[in-house]
């Protein structure tokens, strides 16, 4: 008996110590991104244009960097801070993931923000824009924007272009708030006045009866700042009160007229002019190449919440590069630091100080091109900083 009990544990302990053996040589042969999105929800259009050019790149440019085989694990959190936060519990206790990334909206982006601290690994976001996203971890690392990059250029060009008087209609949060206010610091420093100033709610807003005020106050133009996804109903609406007919122009950040939607708004939206990181008439063979393979492989046009997924991806490949496969979380966010390099977008680098993406913006006007509506370039402002950490 007592031989047998002998030989048992002594089998036991072996196999525990052969498992213990294989497990760390086996996970260090894959690295595990956790992608928390919004598949689901107002916000899904996000999510999916992300997920989608995610697939892309790795089609592309295969699933295996410096040895080590990329394995995604995609969670849902349909934009709500909540779900945010145990989809990035799971991944890091249970998945043990390597990266989160993702992010549709900046209170997802916040809600996982002390977890990535925590467990000492990057949190690459590729679509929330608000300025403090990156100072609330030294984990965080963005490809997407910041509304101060675009909010600011989009209110001097107006001044500049003799619209006098503006309503401003924003989304009520952090976003939003920001894309307000650097606008009107912009727009009334060079001496344009705002009439009226409406905030929505996030989720399901219904624009008619704020619309309805912006008309009555007879402005220039209206600012408008949705998130990506609402931009089709808000148009929809403006068309519908006939603020198109009223000659009140429509200005802003580009979300309002992302390309993943833009083809389906109709004429009321010719003419609006918006700042923005990217289009999908952006004329560099790089582009062109990039549209084209998305169009091939998901049917339609690619807009800037897939092209931060584009280079979302990149980046951890170029961070694991640079590791040579090693997944330690510090390591890998220094590596992302003071990276450059050429997206569909333009030239795009990663300031080394803020951990923000430094890139062109870009004043587009939606016109038609062989039928299809798209947002032209007309002017750039290159290699633009997140003014919300510049003028700190």
């Known amino acids: 008996m007592f031989e047998r009990k002998t030989f048992s544990r002594a089998a036991a302990a072996a196999a525990i110590a052969s498992l213990a053996a294989v497990a760390p040589a086996k996970a260090e042969d894959s690295v595990k991104v956790g992608l928390i999105l919004p ?4 916000q899904a259009s996000t999510g999916k244009q992300i997920e989608n050019a995610i697939k892309l790149y790795m089609q592309q440019k295969g699933d295996t960097v410096a040895g080590k085989k990329i394995e995604i694990i995609l969670k849902d959190d349909a934009a ?7 989809a990035a519990q799971e991944l890091i206790v249970n998945d043990k ?7 549709g909206v900046t209170p997802a982006a916040l809600a996982a923000a002390p977890l990535a601290t925590q467990a000492k690994i990057p949190e690459v976001v590729m679509a929330a824009g608000t300025s403090i996203i990156t100072e609330r971890s030294p984990y965080i690392v963005r490809t997407s924007f910041t509304l101060a990059q675009s909010s600011t250029i989009i209110g001097d060009w107006a001044v500049k272009n003799g619209i006098k008087k503006v309503a401003t209609l924003t989304s009520d949060y952090a976003p939003g708030n920001d894309a307000l206010n650097f606008f009107k610091q912009h727009f009334t420093a060079g001496g344009g006045e705002v009439v009226e100033e409406v905030k929505t709610p996030l989720a399901n807003p219904d ?5 309805q005020r912006m008309k009555d106050a007879k402005p220039d133009a209206i600012f408008v700042f949705v998130p990506a996804g609402q931009g089709g109903n808000f148009m929809k609406q403006y068309a519908e009160r006939g603020l198109d007919k009223a000659g009140i122009k429509v200005i802003g950040p580009g979300d309002v007229t992302d390309d993943d939607l833009l083809n389906n708004m109709g004429d009321a939206v010719l003419g609006t002019v918006t700042a923005h990181l990217y289009s999908a008439a952006h004329p560099s063979q790089m582009n062109k190449d990039f549209v084209a393979a998305y169009k091939k492989a998901f049917g339609n046009r690619p807009g800037f919440m897939a092209v931060s997924g584009y280079d979302g991806i990149h980046l951890i490949y170029e961070a694991l590069k640079k590791t040579g496969g090693d997944t330690d979380g510090t390591k890998l966010v220094e590596a992302m630091k003071g ?16 951990r923000d993406i430094v890139q062109n913006i870009y004043i587009r006007k939606v016109e038609k091109v062989d039928g299809e509506l798209y947002n032209v370039e007309f002017a750039t402002f290159e290699a633009v900083k997140d003014l919300g950490k510049t003028k700190k």
Do not use: C, H, Y
């Not at 709500?80 to 145990?86: F, L, R």
């Not at 993931?97 to 992010?103: D, E, S």
């Not at 624009?207 to 619309?211: H, R, Y």
């Open 39 to 42: 598949m689901t929800g107002g």
């Open 80 to 86: 709500i801070p909540d779900k945010t936060k145990t």
């Open 97 to 103: 993931v390597n990266f989160i990334a993702g992010f």
């Open 207 to 211: 624009f008619a009866p704020f619309l």
């Open 339 to 354: 990276q450059k390099w050429e997206s569909p977008r333009g030239p795009i680098s990663i300031d080394p100080e803020t």
